[in-house]
C-alpha cells in the first residue's frame, strides 16, 4: 500500500559520468537540440560553401568565439546563481585597458597583467559588496558599474586607444600562435569550459550556487552562507571577463577603451540559449558554451553568403526567442 | 427534495497526460446551502473546482446552474454566471491598495473611465466592517498579513454579486477570530441565498459550518453525505479508502522530571517582539508550542536557530550553555528548524528529490571538494525508504510531487544530519489526512528514538494529539504550560491561555497582562 516504487537506489548514476564521450554528457534537451542545430546548419552550409567545412574556416569560427566564451562562462554562473552581469563587457576592457597602461608605464607585462586581472576582481568584489551587503538589486548594481568600469577605462586612456606593439613576443604569441594548427586562444578556452563545466557539475561550492539559485531562502534555511557563495560568483565572472580582456590585448597588441561594449547582451543570450533561466538555478556551463558556438556558427553562415552584416542583429534575436519558447512550451505540458 | 439545486454538476471527466484527474463526478449544490468537498490531495478537488471556474475545460460532462445546462469556458464565463472563487493561494496584486485589488474586476471591464478611488474605498470599507477587519483600504496589499490578505481575497470575490461562492481552503492562514467571522460571514450569505462549495481538510469545520460534504477520492465521487447523519471517522476512512483507527499514535509515557533537557532556553528576548520566554526540552519528548497566529511561536524558534535576531537569554544543550550566532551553529549543534513555508522557504521545487534531500548534508558527501553523488543517492534513498516518499524515481523534481510527499522531502533533508533537537513550523499543515498521519507516526518514532521534538501548530486537535506538553504563547510571553499527564490538555485551557485569559480548569493565576503589571509595580 504505502511502497517506494521504483527508486533508484545508487545502482544506477542518475547523472551520466564526466569522462563519458561529449554526446554521452548531454542531459538535457536543451544541449540535444543545440548539438542538432548546429549539426544541422553545417551539413547545409556544406552544400552551399565550399569553404564551410574547411579547417581554416573551423579554426576561424572557433576563435571567434573562444575568447567571448569565456565570458559566457562566468555570466552562465551569474545566471544559475539567480544573478545578472552587465558589465562584463566593461569589466573586460578594464582590465586591458590597466595592464596597457601600466605595461606603457615601464612595469614587465607579466606584472601587469596581474594587476590587470586584479582590477577586474575588484569589479566583482564591488559588485558582490552592494548586492549583498547593501542588498541593491544585481541588475541596479552591474549596470551601476558597467558605467563605472568604462568611464575608468576612458579616464585611464584619456580616450585613446593604447598601442601595446612593444610587448614582448611571448605575451603576444598567447593570442597570436598555435601548437599543432590549434591556436592558443582555443586550448585556454577549452581548458577552462571543460573545468569549469566539470566543477559546475561536481563540485560542493558549484551545489550551493544551484541552491541559491533555485531558492535563496530555503538555501539560507539549510545552512548555506548564500551572502558568501553571491560574493564569490561575482568575483569569479568578473574576473573572467578580465581575462578575457587580457588574452585580446595579447592578440590586437592594443588596449582599447571602448572596447566589448555591448558584450554582456551577447554573452546572456548566449547562456539563455544554452539552457539558463533569469529566474536562477538552471543552466550548464556546456550548455552555454554550445549557445555560443551557435550563434558563431550562424554569424560565420552569413559571412561565408554574403549576409549583410545588418541583418546579423535580428537574426541572433530571433534564435533566442526561439530557443526560450520552445523551452515554455516544452515545459508548459 | 429540499430546495432548488443552484449548481450542478454531471459525469465530469478530465485527464491530464498521463494522469485521470476526474473520473465520472458528479456533485449538485442546493440553494443557500454550504457544501464541502474533501478528499485527499489529488483527489481531484482542485481540478473540479478549477472546471467550475472555467481554468480547466472538462473532456466530457455538463455543467448547470439553475437547472439550465451552460458553458463555462474560462473565468469570465464563470463570473457571468455568477460563480465567485476565493483562491487558496493568495492571487492578489502586491503593489496596489486594498481597495484597487478588490475592484479589479470593475476597472478591468471600465465601467468608469476614471478610476473612482474614493467611491471604491467607501465600499470597500462596507466590506471589510462587515468583516470587523482593521484593513484601511487604501493600504497597499503588501503591507498586510497574510491572514488579512486573506480577508480581501474573500471580500474580493464577495464584491461581485455571486451566487455561487467557492472557497479553497479559506483558513489555512487565518486565526481563530479571523475564522469565527469568516463562518459569521458564510452563515449571512448562506442566509442570503447564496450557495458555497467548501475545500478544506480540517474536519471540524466540516461540522460547524456545512450542510452536506461530498467526498472525492483518486479522482472519483465516492459520496455525497448529510452532515448531520455522519461522524468525523466515517468521512476520514471514506476519504482514505481505509481505516485509520487512531488519529495519533500513543504519547511517550516517561517522567522526565530528573533527567537533564536536551535543550532548555531561559529568558529569551528580543526586541519587543518577545521576551522571557524559558522552555525546556527532553529526549523523547514532543513539545508544543502554539498561540494565536502572531503570538510570536515562530519567531521564537527561529531565534533559538539564529534565524531570529534576539537580543538576551540563554541556551543550554544537554546543560551546557551553547553560543548560536547564526543558523549555521545551531545546525552543528545538531538544532534544526523546518519551517512554515515549505514552497517558499523550504524546497528547491525545480531540483530533485536527491538534491533537495542532500541540501544540508553535503559536508559529508564530499570526496576531495567533490560531491560523492553515490553517496549522495544513498542517503536519499534511505531517507526516501524510511519517510514513506513516494516518487517515481529520485531524480523527480519536486513540482511534480503532491504537498505531503513534498513536506517528507523537507523533513527528510533535515533528518539527513541526524539533528537532537527538532523545531517544526506547521509540520502538517496543507497536506493530505493520509500523509498527516504518517508524517505523525514518523515524528512520534523520532521522538522515541530520543530526538527531542518542538513542534509549531495551529491545528488544536493536533497540538493534543501529539504533544506531551505544551507551551502557550499569548502576545510574546508565555502564557502558561500544559502537560498531558496532568489531564488539562484539552482545547478549552489552550484556547484560554492562547487569548490571555486565565485558565477555569487550572489553578487560578495572574494572567499574563496581570502578571506584568505586577512585576512592573
Known sequence: MLRVRETVFGCKDPEPSMLQLILGRVRTFREGTLILTILVVAVIMSFLSPHFLTVNNIRTTLLSFATNGIVVVGITIVMILG????????????????????????MPIWFAIIFGLLAAAMVGVTIGFFVTRVGLSPFITTLAMMGIARGLCFVITQGTPLSLFRMPAEFKNIGLGSVAGIPYGIIIFTIIVVTADFLMRRSRVARLVYYTGSNETAAIYSGVNTKRVKHLVYIICSTMAGLAGILYMSRFSSATPGFGAGLELTAISAAVIGGASLNGGEGTVFGAVLGIALLAVITTSMILLNVSVYWQDLIRGSILLMAVSLDYIRHRH | MSGQTALEVIGITKTFPGTRALD???????????????GENGAGKSTLMKIIDGIHLPDCGEIRVDEQPIMIRNPQDAQRQGIGFVHQEIALCQHLSVAENVFMADINTGKFPLIPFNRYRAETRKLLDQFHAKIDPSAHVSTLSISNQQIVEIIKALSRQCRILIFDEPTAALTEDETDVLFEIIGKL??????????????PEIFRLCDRVTILRDGKLIETLNVAET???AIVNRMVGRHIEDLYPPKDAAEHEDTVPVLAVENLGSFDRFRDISFTVYPGEILGLTGLVG??????????????????????????PIEIRGYRDAIRHGIVYLTEDRKSEGLFLRMNVIRNIAAMSLARLISGFLVDRRQEAQLASKHVESTRIRCSSLVQSLESLSGGNQQKVLLSKLLAIEPRVLFLDEPTRGIDVGAKSE????????????VAIVMISSDMPEVIGMCDRVVVMYEGTVAGTVRDSDGHLNEETLIHLASGLSVATAPAGPTPVEREEREKG
Not at chain 2, 190 to 203: A, D, E, F, P
Not at chain 2, 298 to 313: D, H, I
Not at chain 2, 439 to 450: E, F, M, Q, T, V
Open chain 1, 83 to 106: 544573478g545578472i552581469d552587465l558589465s562584463v563587457g566593461s569589466t573586460m576592457a578594464l582590465s586591458m585597458v590597466v595592464s596597457g597602461r601600466l605595461f606603457l608605464m615601464g
Open chain 2, 24 to 38: 465520472d463526478v458528479s456533485l449538485a449544490v442546493r440553494k443557500g446551502e454550504v457544501h464541502a468537498v474533501v
Open chain 2, 190 to 203: 448562506k442566509s442570503q441565498g447564496i450557495s458555497i462549495l467548501y475545500i478544506t481538510h480540517r474536519m
Open chain 2, 231 to 233: 461522524n468525523e471517522v
Open chain 2, 295 to 320: 503570538a510570536g511561536r515562530s519567531e521564537v524558534l527561529k531565534a533559538v536557530c539564529g534565524l531570529y535576531p534576539k537580543t538576551c537569554g540563554e541556551i543550554r544543550l544537554q546543560g551546557k
Open chain 2, 439 to 450: 508524517i505523525h507516526l514518523l515524528l512520534r518514532n523520532l521522538a522515541n528514538s530520543g
